[in-house]
């Protein structure tokens, strides 16, 4: 059985945790391969709201189980506090693994974020402050932590005083704060060394024998493609590959095992943190939006900024993740426009340009061209088919699919588990 990528496709927040959820009653195995906890999802079930940030959305699915991959980043005491409210609630969490290669986030990488973003000012890239960036920073220089030198007291102090000694120089020096103590970073993690153990895993190895048993395992992004640190918009991205290919660094399965790549787009719009946004609206159109939409950051708390349907960035999104389906989410936000706009392209300087500009300053030249398609009043939120649908939010939803170059599949059209329209097997 192949495995399935679900990748969002604008700049996060699409809903993929509805459309995994979606999902998790056919799926073995969900599987988070990259991002920390400054990403989340919603999910609601029933009268239920779940907000996850850093555990897979399978992990509510009792049939599922949830794995965070070797590409994510993980803030050991975020994940137990998530862990403890959804025991609390009652969701069995004793069925996550846990990859020993996925890397720690230390309370000095977390300080070192803030830091950091607080001396940028005005060209603050909008992190959440939650230390993703330094850890995966440390990744790269070969200085990271690992859930498995948690296991091994004298080499996570090596490790740590190894970091420390050029970190703290930058801690004292340029920024004028207190240096961090080698030995208390390390008692501090080592706490969480055997309530850990129980859920590690070789994931890589699990994930494979799984396929080669003919299970099908569903590949989780947080964030959005154009966070994406080699495919957005560079440098107001995270610090990770949330498109399609970063499924298989960030999960140890290779890429002849994945034959759907999914991509999550909202029926508008919508960006947290800074960087250009083409469509973004500043009027009551946009308030209307962020209102209707709920749109505040799962994670952060932080209002999201809205705009029109932006079509280069969907087209954008088909090529790079190889997107064979599309999960069209929040359409029934749109309810009651007399009239909604699409952007089909930009002008940059006078220069109609139908694709993202291949360079920054132009992207943060580009003013939306519009076309403008007619609304409709009805209530769609019980519509569970295509037919059920006004005449204008089926020509809508045609619109953006030949605009996007990729088939729509599913239609979320509210807030509920089930108020979806299934237009073709997303995994069959």
Known sequence: MPAVVLVGAQWGDEGKGKATDLLGSRVDYVVRYQGGNNAGHTVVIGDERYALHLLPSGILTPSCTPVIGNGVVIDPAVLFRELAGLD???IDTTNLKISANAHIITPFQVEFDKVTERFLGNQKIGTTGRGIGPTYMDKVARTGIRVQDLFDEKLLHEKIEHTLTNRNQIFVKVFNRMP?????????????AEPLRGYVADTGLLLNKALDAGKLVLLEGSQGTLLDVDHG??????????????????SGIGPTRIDRSMGILKAYTTRVGSGPFPTELHDADGERLRQV?????VTTGRDRRCGWFDAPIARYATRVNGLTDIFLTKLDVLTGWDRIPVCVAYDVDGQKVDEIPMTQTDFHHAKPIYEYLPGWSDDISEARSLDEL?????????????????RISAIGVGQDRDATIKIHDLVG
């Open 88 to 90: 609390e609630r009652g």
């Open 180 to 192: 961090f103590d080698p030995d208390k970073v390390t008692e501090e993690l080592l706490a969480f």
């Open 390 to 406: 006004p005449a204008n939010a089926r020509a809508y939803v045609q619109f953006l699919e030949d605009q996007s170059e990729c």
């Open 233 to 250: 918009t560079y440098p107001f991205v995270t610090s990770s590959n949330p498109t399609a290919g970063g499924a298989c660094a960030g």
């Open 293 to 297: 939409g709920g749109e505040v950051g």
